[in-house]
């Protein structure tokens, strides 16, 4: 019991940083960045690929690999996004512009590491130490750390600064915005990058738990909605408490259904969040 | 008695009825089976991408989740063929309407939700719908799939079922698109509460959509199990099979009347010529089409192919 | 306007019931104007071979350890002037496709192999849902179809007369792994009554996995009492509540059926969850490199792997001729069950079209449904009883891998190198 209390907090962390990325760039664009998984991806294998090259700990690649996406996210935001109606007449155009990069992403990680599982190993990977009776897992905590650090940094961005305000200003109202001189179609671009950016330090982070390939991310991408929609737009604390439900869920479900189906839950909840509280639980309109 | 206003120019639908003729005498002069049974294939393809369109273009509603129902009707067909010997052909349409209303038992709800809401929730119903079928080894048999007794005969017949299949749901799309039916379904895409205003039953409409949308790929789905004599969950209710559909509809032309099933043609010829040594690179390639489609021609070929021709884009509102 | 329609729908109609009643006629038509070409040898003194594997998508690693057999096979043929047909020496040529580990693709493939490429003879593909796919378009086409990939038992349950399958069936492969710990518990090492949990991924091979261990858990009453049976989806990427599952149920044996990429992140799970049983196995994975530098060889000391071949039965004869073959044309590898698998499966064709003394498929066909002969297979012995629907069967080998990095083969007795331990002497 007491195992799978710390597997469900301990999982929540991750959960939490996989879907900042995908609510954030939905909360002040209102676009679904069905590239999120891709990015996920992309994180992994650049931290694989940084491991093995360089001997780089994947816990120092986070920083590096974050900026460097954050830069991708920037370019894809103004060569792509940019050209693209936003709000609800765009929203499946955006859709399935960013589902074709997914797609190009994913081939690209096909040609370039082929299509068989990679796994991150360090020295540290399998080490873990004994609460009561339960063991945990260094690296989870490790994890779990780094997820707290990054959402608490947000939330301070996000309130603290001016950027923050900005970016939390255009999310309300565009267009007013431009009147009083925000420039908005910076922030659209800087906060793309900064979710893109995050995506991927979460892709960092997933790699030293599992085993990955080019397919890596979707679900990932689904367990982001998941919280995305229960714990509301853009709200960091929201975000911190939906991935704990989720995670709980998950974790305790095993309880009393097989094995088999647990891996089913998240999508059943992730409809019938949709469904029954459109709404999310913190209020936000996501009917069209 | 005479057609209705809607209907299409003679000349259109004589040219309709002698490709039918032409692509029903195709056999005779090709002996191929790999020829023959690939174009069965397509017909299928042509059929299933249609259904999806509309859904997605008719509706504007983008399905990512349409392996679902075609995995239902599949299993469904299967398993009345091999455990009460029902005669393929009612086996196929008992699967079509349960995997029609199964499209309504959760599309019902989620219908409400537009665009990327919608999108977003197939997914989950995909993926929920593909592992609990796989567990539920009472009807699917589980990971391990389901045999249909092979009929050595009976793959070639398909192919005039296929083609068959693939006309009437041409017909159904234009019907769909061209008559008061689906004007009203062009005011629910545009605006779903000011369509309500003025007297159109969205709710009901939309229902009617999904429900022809998810029969048809039902009974693609039995299609295929009499096709391959072998069904397995994992393959028919795969993610990628619900992309594919995408794929052909967008490619071809979403929204437009026969711009799937030129998507669906593209699809299988581009996979055919690249798969044998090449197959790294298909879905890449067609994710770098989706991407020019979106940015430069968002009715995909038949824009393209109007464009070409300098042809105004009549039924675009 | 309406009555033209009609008409024409009416000439549709007729058009397409027509070509329907003579469809039959022309698919037989078909057949045997392809039996005949070759019958004749296709391009006289070459006898073409079509196959399809997975060199991309889900399973491709496997994939390209199974071209490593074909490949080896079909050198070492060719190099001896060809296949000794009736007194004439005739070479093979093997049309090789990527199916990409779905289905579909194997299918159409396999219809291109035997439609428009012609092929004579069909080698089979990797992994039990593929093979069993592809297997209907041998049966359609009347095309003697030898795989090396298929080891589900339902697959050669359906009375096909031109399937034959060269993996031993799964089940035999958990009851080895059941053999091993009897024989542990009559010498005293294992408990008299030992707890097991059963962990399988949801497929035909996890499926004949579970039963085996069930049989013999039927067999032996009192033996041993399976306590946690759970299936898991393939390409998991997280094992941890499962995990945590077994450890509250306090089993002395842990018995799972995975990929090698869920072995790897499973595994790693169960050592970071500090868990850790008296016997640990991960169905026929256990012993692989990729394993040890993903895991470090201490974290998978004592797991043990059953297998369908393995290198060290190489000791003499055939068996030890295909190991130096292998490590002579790559470089020192040792080749694994994949690679012998594969290479046997083409030289059962081989022999049977020479046994045949013709590559007439009937013939061939025949020829392969009483082929017995010696095999680098555990056992010593190939052939494919009809009584198992064409599959042939052999004794698995079992081996554990030791702290030192080497996996001794541990049992069946007459093939082990050393005794194995149980219980595992790293659990405190």
Not at chain 3, 63 to 88: H, I, M, P, R, S
Not at chain 3, 201 to 225: I, L, M, P, S, W
Not at chain 3, 371 to 384: A, N, R, T, W
Request: aromatic share 10%; hydrophobic share 50%; net charge neutral.
């Amino acid at each position: 019991m007491i195992d799978l209390l710390f597997s469900a907090v301990l999982l929540a962390g991750l959960y939490a940083m996989m879907a900042y990325g995908l609510g954030i760039i939905y909360g002040v664009l209102r676009i679904v960045n069905l590239g999120h998984g891709g990015m996920i991806m992309v994180g992994a294998y650049a931290a694989f690929w940084m491991h093995e090259q360089f001997g780089l700990d994947p816990y120092l690649a986070i920083v590096p690999i974050a900026i460097a996406s954050f830069f991708l996210g920037v370019g894809m935001y103004k060569l792509l996004v940019k050209r693209l109606p936003r709000g609800a007449a765009g929203g499946v155009q955006s859709l399935l512009l960013l589902f074709a990069v997914w797609l190009i992403l994913r081939n690209t990680a096909y040609l370039l590491f082929t299509g068989n599982d990679q796994t991150l190993r360090t020295s540290y990977s399998t080490n873990s130490f004994h609460v009561a009776t339960a063991y945990v897992s260094w690296n989870r905590l490790a994890v779990f750390g780094v997820a707290i650090v990054v959402l608490v940094g947000l939330h301070l961005l996000l309130t603290r600064t001016y950027l923050g305000k900005a970016i939390r200003a255009v999310a309300q109202n565009p267009s007013s915005c431009t009147l009083v001189g925000i420039p908005v179609e910076r922030v659209y671009s800087v906060t793309f990058g900064l979710g893109t950016g995050l995506a991927a330090a979460a892709g960092v982070l997933g790699a030293t738990l599992f085993s990955f390939n080019p397919g890596y991310g979707s679900s990932e991408l689904l367990k982001s909605f998941v919280v995305v929609v229960l714990g509301g737009l853009g709200s960091v604390p929201g975000t911190a408490l939906a991935a704990l439900i989720l995670a709980f869920v998950e974790v305790f479900s095993i309880k009393i259904m097989p094995s088999y189906l647990t891996a089913a839950v998240g999508f059943v909840l992730l409809v019938l969040v949709l469904v029954l509280r459109p709404g999310g639980l913190f209020g936000q309109r996501v009917l069209g | 008695m005479s057609m209705p206003s809607w209907a299409p120019k003679p000349w259109v639908l004589f040219a309709f009825a002698g490709a039918l003729v032409l692509l029903a005498l195709v056999p005779l002069v090709n002996s191929d089976a790999y020829w023959h049974n690939l174009f069965t294939l397509t017909f299928l393809s042509i059929t299933a991408a249609l259904a999806w369109n509309w859904l997605g273009g008719l509706l504007g509603q983008v399905s990512f989740g349409h392996a679902a129902m075609v995995g239902v009707g599949g299993f469904v067909a299967a398993r009345l063929q091999v455990s009460s010997h029902v005669p393929m052909l009612v086996a196929w349409g008992v699967g079509g309407v349960i995997a029609g209303l199964y499209a309504l038992v959760w599309g019902h709800p989620t219908l409400r939700l537009r665009g990327p809401y919608f999108s977003i929730a197939t997914i989950g119903v995909g993926e929920a719908t593909r592992l609990i079928c796989t567990y539920w080894s009472w009807l699917t048999g589980g990971s391990s799939g389901m045999s249909i007794p092979v009929h050595p005969a009976l793959k070639f017949q398909l192919y005039w079922y296929g083609l068959g299949l693939a006309a009437l749901a041409l017909i159904a799309s234009f019907a769909l698109r061209r008559s008061p039916l689906g004007l009203s379904l062009l005011a629910i895409k545009s605006d779903v509460d000011a369509a309500g205003d003025v007297g159109v039953s969205s709710t009901r409409l939309q229902d009617l959509v999904l429900f022809l949308s998810g029969m048809t790929m039902g009974i693609c789905g039995g299609f295929y199990g009499s096709f391959f004599s072998f069904i397995e969950p994992g393959d028919l209710f795969g993610f990628e099979r619900s992309i594919s559909y995408v794929l052909m509809g967008v490619i071809g032309g979403i929204g437009t009347i026969a711009g799937p099933a030129l998507g669906a043609i593209v699809f299988i010829v581009l996979q055919q010529s690249l798969i044998a040594h090449y197959s790294q690179l298909y879905l890449g390639l067609y994710g770098l089409f989706l991407l020019l489609v979106i940015l430069f021609e968002p009715l995909g070929l038949v824009g393209l192919a109007l464009r070409v021709m300098k042809k105004p884009i009549e039924e675009q509102p | 306007m309406k009555n033209r329609t009609t008409l024409l729908m009416a000439c549709a109609l007729v058009s397409v019931s027509c070509n329907k009643s003579s469809a039959p006629k022309e698919g037989q038509g078909a057949a045997p104007s392809g039996s005949a070409a070759s019958s004749q040898g296709a391009s006289g003194d070459t006898i073409s071979i079509g196959a399809t594997l997975p060199m991309t998508g889900g399973e491709s690693r496997v994939g390209g350890f199974y071209k490593e057999g074909y490949d080896l096979a079909f050198e070492e043929a060719n190099a001896a002037g060809g296949l000794n047909v009736g007194g004439k020496k005739l070479k093979v040529e093997l049309k090789l496709l990527d199916d990409t580990s779905t289905q579909a693709t194997a299918v159409s493939l396999a219809d291109r192999l035997v439609s428009s490429e012609k092929v004579q003879f069909l080698l089979g593909t990797y992994s039990s849902h593929l093979v069993e796919a592809q297997s209907v378009v041998a049966e359609q086409n009347h095309i003697p179809y030898v795989n090396g990939g298929g080891g589900a038992k339902e697959i050669y349950s359906k009375g096909y007369k031109w399937l034959f399958g060269l993996l031993a069936p799964v089940q035999l492969l958990s009851s080895a792994l059941m053999e091993w710990i009897g024989s542990q518990q009559t010498a005293g090492h294992l408990p008299k009554q030992v707890k097991i949990a059963v962990l399988w991924e949801n497929t035909a091979h996890g499926k004949d996995f579970r039963e085996g261990v069930d049989d013999y858990v039927k067999k032996h009453q009192g033996c041993c009492e399976v306590v946690v049976d759970e299936s898991f989806e393939l390409q998991g990427k997280d094992f941890g509540a499962l995990l945590n599952k077994v450890k509250a149920s306090n089993v002395d044996v842990m018995l799972a059926d995975a990929h090698l990429s869920d072995y790897i992140t499973m595994q790693r799970q169960y050592v970071t969850l500090g868990l850790c049983h008296k016997v640990l196995s991960y169905g026929a994975r256990g012993s692989e490199k990729q394993a040890a530098d993903a895991l470090g060889k201490e974290h998978i000391a004592y797991v043990l792997s059953s297998v369908w071949w393995n290198a060290q039965l190489g000791t003499a004869g055939m068996t030890k001729h295909f190991v130096d073959l292998f490590k002579e044309k790559h470089g020192g590898k040792v080749p694994e069950w994949y690679q012998a698998v594969s290479y046997e499966t083409a030289r059962a064709l081989f022999q049977a079209i020479e046994k045949a003394g013709s590559t007439d498929r009937e013939a061939v066909r025949n020829a392969l449904a009483s082929l017995d002969v010696e095999s680098i297979l555990p056992g010593g012995k190939l052939s494919f009883p009809a009584a198992s629907g064409q599959q042939a069967i052999y004794p698995f080998v079992v081996q554990q891998n030791q702290p030192d990095g080497s996996s001794p083969i541990v049992w069946p007795k007459e093939s082990a190198s050393n005794p194995g331990v149980a219980p595992n002497p790293a659990c405190k």
